[in-house]
């Protein structure tokens, strides 16, 4: 069987599907078993002590999780939505340019190159209530008389956080929105010209239509990142004030890695999962949909 033609492509793709299996599918099977029993780092032997959905009830009826949970998805729904308005609009704009517009496009690409674990540093120093940019600008214009505790405040560092994803992210959606845009037929925006239909109406009937597969693309990518979001929190604020900015992966850090629990960790690890995949179905439910408006294929 081994010498057979039919055989090659198998055997050439056999020490991928290793390196695959060892780095990928093991670790997920372990993680998985681990999450039905109370395996706990400090002592290993509990990895083989199996107890069912336990981990499971417990993390349904633990209040910070469903905080962190709640918190998650306002996040990505919040940082999505804004980085496709910023991202839209950059998109039209860019598009007009005649001259240059590749510099531009490549300018677009720098806050994405950034790692985020030094976008968290760069906006912590932005918004740090003593020494931060934001707040001494604030002060030299008069608009403050005592500084404002943007990572102190809970509600202030949500936004500073978001702030912080938002810059970071909203090139992406751009990026792919003007390779949308370029792609745009003319014929029918000059026909609806003709037709006496303004910008407006132009963009709305014509414009949009064609670009939402390009968001809803998008949308898929962005949401799989955000929902993850570790980084910049744990640099940034790491949880605090008082876990008024704990996400869904900074809880299950410190649950697993600072507690030791990591059993209940990798059941919070698989909710997750299971969420990001609700995600992924429902936007590539709408790009189908969308497709299918515009006469594509399936």
């Given amino acids: 069987m081994l010498r057979s033609p039919r055989a090659i492509p198998y055997l050439l793709l056999l020490p991928s599907i290793v390196v695959i299996a060892a780095v990928v599918l093991v670790p997920v099977l372990v993680s998985l078993w681990s999450s039905f029993t109370p395996y706990n780092l400090t002592r290993p032997a509990t990895l083989f002590t199996f107890v069912g959905w336990r981990n499971y009830q417990r993390l349904f009826a633990n209040a910070d ?23 839209l609009a950059l998109a039209l704009l860019v598009n007009r340019v005649t001259t240059g517009r590749k510099t531009i496009r490549t300018i677009m690409m720098f806050p994405m190159m950034f790692s985020p674990i030094l976008v968290g540093f760069q906006f912590k120093y932005v918004f740090n209530d003593s020494v931060g940019i934001l707040n001494n600008a604030l002060f030299s214009l008069g608009l403050i008389t005592r500084p404002i505790p943007w990572l102190v405040n809970g509600a202030l560092a949500n936004f500073s956080i978001l702030a912080a994803e938002i810059w970071m992210s909203t090139s992406i959606f751009a990026i792919l929105l003007l390779s949308g845009l370029l792609a745009l037929p003319q014929d029918p925006i000059e026909a609806a010209k003709v037709d006496g239909c303004n910008p407006v109406q132009v963009f709305r009937h014509i414009t949009l239509p064609f670009l939402m597969p390009f968001i809803y693309i998008a949308m898929t990518i962005r949401s799989l990142d955000v929902a993850r979001a570790y980084d910049m929190v744990r640099i940034m604020t790491n ?60």
Avoid: C, D, H
């Fill in 65 to 87: 999780f469903w905080w962190a949970f709640g918190r998650t998805l306002v996040f990505v729904t919040v940082a999505l939505n804004l980085e496709l308005v910023f991202g």
């Fill in 239 to 298: 949880g605090g004030p008082a876990g008024r900015t704990e996400l869904l992966w900074t809880l299950i850090a410190r649950v697993g890695y600072q507690n030791s629990q990591m059993g209940m960790a990798n059941a919070m690890g698989y909710v997750s999962i299971l969420t990001s995949i609700a995600f992924t179905f429902y936007f590539y439910r709408k790009l189908s949909l969308s497709r299918r408006y515009m006469g594509g294929a399936e």
